[in-house]
């Protein structure tokens, strides 16, 4: 998770930020650590029984004038690094910060990963935050004159925001009737959509728009047999760039046939591992009753 506030008016940006959102709001499971330089203050925070360490989140150079932080992960890193001249695999916001300078904002295009990144540039009072393509990784933010507050915590932020006031009823409708997925808690906090980066500094707001899928053609040649084997393809690189061999892996099961195959797939990925974890949800006190097919089944064999 990442927060963070910015100020164009003064530098001290604490005064100005509800701490709450900065120091976790009391969720004690969290490990809060605040980053400040001028006029910025944010935070990050980590779970202290996952391997992420600060290399994963945090990037400052102050010689380069980039401070990055960072909620995700870039799974193209092979290619990028050759891009860069790395000798080495670094951590994601060296990289991040390395494409930056190397393509400026456009960088985003060619990274393959589920992130929500910020980037900061003191001596150009300026910052970025990205979301990438699909967004798998929430972001939000929110403006006022000069200031601008953001979070990966979209709900987090809707409360350091409230002053009070009630949740809409148009936003608890969403659960009966077609949700608006732009829609918060708060009015005054915006989604950063997918695809898109906001481009923050003096002479204010700008969003863009990174990645257009409307352009991509159909391809109407492929047979059959090509596209089965094409598709079989991008989900096996798609589950295997996931899996990471620091964490101990499970996967949730439901009755559909596509967490089956990732579940199935990504057992491959860990086959050193004595255990693969399964996780399913049902009512406590829900019986199986007559019904042929128990999923419940999978998870105790899994």
């Known amino acids: 998770m990442i927060s963070g506030y910015l100020s164009f008016h003064s530098d001290n940006a604490l005064n100005s930020l509800n701490t709450s959102l900065i120091h976790g709001d009391g969720n004690e499971e969290l490990d809060y650590k605040t980053v400040t330089h001028g006029s910025f203050v944010g935070s990050y925070a980590t779970h202290p029984r996952l391997p992420w360490n600060v290399s994963d989140i945090y990037y400052y150079d102050e010689y380069a004038d980039v401070l990055v932080l960072m909620s995700g992960t870039v799974y193209n890193t092979d290619q990028l690094i050759c891009e860069c001249g790395f000798s080495s695999v670094p951590a994601s916001p060296v990289l991040v910060a390395s494409l930056f300078l190397k393509y400026g904002p456009d960088f985003v ?30 972001v939000a933010w929110s403006q006022r004159s000069l200031e601008l507050v953001f979070s990966s915590d979209i709900t987090g932020l ?57 352009t991509v053609k159909l391809n109407r040649t492929l047979s059959y047999e090509k596209m089965i084997s094409d598709l079989n393809d991008l989900v096996q690189d798609a589950v295997k760039i996931r899996c990471d061999s620091r964490f101990r892996a499970g996967a949730h099961i439901s009755s559909g046939l596509d967490s089956g195959v990732v579940s199935v797939l990504a057992r491959r990925q860990y086959s050193r591992s004595e255990k693969y974890y399964g996780f399913s949800w049902s009512p406590g006190d829900f019986d199986a009753g007559e019904v042929a097919f128990d999923e419940r089944l999978l998870v105790r064999l899994m």
């Open 109 to 138: 295009a060619g990274v393959n990963g589920d992130f929500a990144i910020f980037l900061y540039r003191p001596r150009k009072s300026e910052a970025f935050i990205f979301r990438d393509h699909v967004g798998v990784r929430p």
């Open 158 to 214: 809707c409360r350091s925001m409230s002053d009070g006031r009630h949740v809409p009823t148009w936003y608890l409708a969403d659960y009966f009737r077609y949700s608006d997925l732009l829609s918060t808690p708060n009015p005054d906090v915006q989604r950063l959509l997918p695809g898109h980066y906001l481009h923050f500094s003096e002479r204010g707001l700008r969003l863009s728009q990174y990645w257009h899928p409307e």
